[in-house]
C-alpha cells in the first residue's frame, strides 16, 4: 500500500516586505580568483572516502573550470577534515576605524561559526578560530587607497592589502601554524550589505604573498553586517563567513547571475542571509565528512531501493548518487528539519544534478522542485520560497526518460527514514 504524501503547508507568499532584500540575496558574495595549476590534486583537501563501488561516481570536468564540483577536489584549498587552525584577525583603517572592540567583532562569528562547522560535518571537522592579535589592526593606508570593490580581483587591491596586513601581523604571528586566515574587516569599511557585499574569498591562490615561507592561498575577507533588518541577525548573521570558508574548502558558488533560484536555500554556498541552513550531501560527500558506506553509486542497470536517513542527523546512509555519464549526475537526499537545516518546511528527498563541467557562479547544481509554480511553503526572509517544497514526498516521482532514469520515493517508516527507488533502463 501507498503511505499517503504528507501535506506541506502552503502559506501565502509575504509579498512586499522583503522584497528588496530578498533580491540581495541572490549577490550574496563571489568566489575570488582562483589560481592553481589544472591537474593539481588536492593533497590538503578533505580525503574522501571511497570504495571500488563509488568509482563511477567520481565525476570531473574539464582543467578549464576554476572552481569544480567533481570529486575528489583538486587545487590548493585547505584541508576540511580534523582539526584546521583558522588565524583569525581584526581590521580597520583611518578612514574606517574599528567601532567597539576587535573581540566584539570576533563574536560576531564565534562560535557560532564553529557550532555550525561541528554540526555540519558531524564532526569531523574541528575549527579553531584563533586570535592571536587580540586587538584591530590598523592597516598602513586608508581602506579607500585599496580600491577594493564587489568583484575586485586580488591584483592589485587585495594583494598590497595581504602584504599589508602581513608586515602588520607578522611581529605576533607564525604563519605556518594556520589552514586559512579569516580577515574581519570593521564593517564600516565599504557600503552596507544591503547596497553591495563586498565579502570575498580568494581560495587555492598560491600566487599569493608568502608570509614565514607559506603563501596566504586561502584567505575569507568579510566586510559590512548581512543585516536585512528582519530581526535575524544576532542569530544567523555570522553565516557569511562558513560561506566565504566554504571556498576555502574548495566550493563552487551556487547562486549565479539571476540569483538562488538554481538550488534555493538547500546549501550555504547557495544562500547565506537568513535563517541557517546545511550544506548538500555532495558537499558533505567531497568535503571528506562521509563514510564510504553512507554514499550509494546507483551506477548499474535495473531496479535498486535505498533508504536514506536525514541529512541533519549523524550516522547512517545520507547520499544516492546517480552518474549520468564522466561529468554529471543525479544526487539524492533526504532533507528534513534538523541539525542546521532550521527552514526545512517540507520534508522529503531532494533530487539535484550535479555537473563538474560548469563553473563557480554559473549553476554547477539544479535542484529539481518536485512542487512547481506553488510559492513554496515558507514565509522566512531570505530563503528563496519557491524552492522550498521542492523536495519529493512519498508516492512522487522523478523521471529523467531520456537518460531511461526513474526514482521513486516509496515509502517513510516511523523513524522519519525514507525509502528511494532507482530505476536505469
Ligand atoms: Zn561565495
Request: proline share 8%; net charge negative; charged share 20%.
Amino acid at each position: 500500500m501507498q503511505p499517503q504524501p504528507p501535506r506541506c503547508r502552503i502559506p501565502h507568499r509575504r509579498a512586499a516586505a522583503f522584497a528588496a532584500v530578498t533580491l540581495l540575496t541572490f549577490a550574496v558574495s563571489s568566489a575570488g580568483t582562483a589560481h592553481f595549476t589544472a591537474g593539481d590534486t588536492a593533497a590538503r583537501a578533505g580525503a574522501v572516502a571511497l570504495t571500488p563501488a563509488l568509482v563511477p561516481c567520481l565525476i570531473s570536468g574539464s582543467s578549464a573550470v576554476q572552481m569544480a564540483e567533481g570529486i575528489p577536489t583538486r587545487g590548493h584549498y585547505a584541508r576540511s577534515t580534523g582539526t584546521v587552525h583558522a588565524l583569525t584577525l581584526m581590521i580597520d583603517f583611518s578612514d574606517a576605524p574599528g567601532e567597539g572592540t576587535a573581540m566584539d567583532r570576533f563574536h560576531e562569528f564565534f562560535p557560532q561559526t564553529q557550532e555550525w562547522f561541528r554540526t555540519a560535518s558531524y564532526g569531523r571537522l574541528t575549527y579553531r578560530p584563533e586570535t592571536p592579535i587580540r586587538d584591530w589592526l590598523r592597516m598602513p593606508k586608508p581602506f579607500k587607497d585599496y580600491g577594493i570593490e564587489r568583484g575586485a580581483p586580488f591584483d592589485p587591491g587585495y594583494r598590497r592589502l595581504v602584504q599589508d596586513i602581513v608586515a602588520a601581523a607578522d611581529p605576533k604571528v607564525d604563519f605556518r601554524q594556520y589552514d586559512l586566515l579569516n580577515v574581519l574587516m570593521t564593517p564600516n569599511a565599504g557600503p552596507p550589505a544591503l547596497e553591495t557585499v563586498l565579502s570575498v574569498t580568494f581560495a587555492g591562490n598560491t600566487a599569493a604573498p608568502v608570509a614565514d615561507g607559506v603563501p596566504i592561498a586561502n584567505a575569507s575577507f568579510v566586510y559590512s553586517r548581512q543585516d536585512d533588518g528582519s530581526g535575524s541577525y544576532p542569530h544567523t548573521g555570522y553565516r557569511v563567513l562558513p560561506h566565504e570558508n566554504g571556498h576555502v574548502f574548495g566550493l563552487p558558488d551556487l547562486y549565479t547571475q539571476e540569483g538562488g533560484g538554481a538550488v534555493g536555500h538547500w546549501d550555504i554556498m547557495s544562500e547565506d542571509w537568513g535563517a541557517n541552513n546545511d550544506l548538500l550531501g555532495w558537499h558533505k560527500w567531497k568535503l571528506g565528512w562521509l563514510d564510504a558506506d553512507q554514499v550509494h553509486c546507483a551506477s548499474g542497470r535495473g531496479v535498486k531501493e535505498y533508504t536514506l536517513t536525514p541529512l541533519g542527523r549523524p550516522g547512517g546512509p545520507k547520499l544516492v548518487f546517480v552518474p549520468l555519464d564522466g561529468r554529471t549526475g543525479y544526487a539524492l537526499e533526504l532533507r528534513t528539519r534538523d541539525g542546521n537545516d532550521e527552514e526545512v518546511c517540507c520534508p522529503g528527498i531532494l533530487i539535484y544534478k550535479v555537473d563538474a563541467g560548469v563553473d563557480t557562479g554559473q549553476g554547477p547544481i539544479k535542484v529539481f522542485d518536485a512542487h512547481r509554480d506553488t510559492g513554496g511553503c515558507t514565509n522566512s526572509p531570505n530563503v528563496h520560497a519557491e524552492l522550498s517544497d521542492a523536495p519529493f514526498a512519498p508516492g512522487e516521482t522523478f523521471k529523467d526518460p531520456e537518460a531511461g532514469i526513474r526514482i521513486d520515493v516509496t515509502a517513510a517508516d516511523l523513524e522519519g527514514n525514507y525509502r528511494v527507488r532507482v530505476t536505469r533502463q
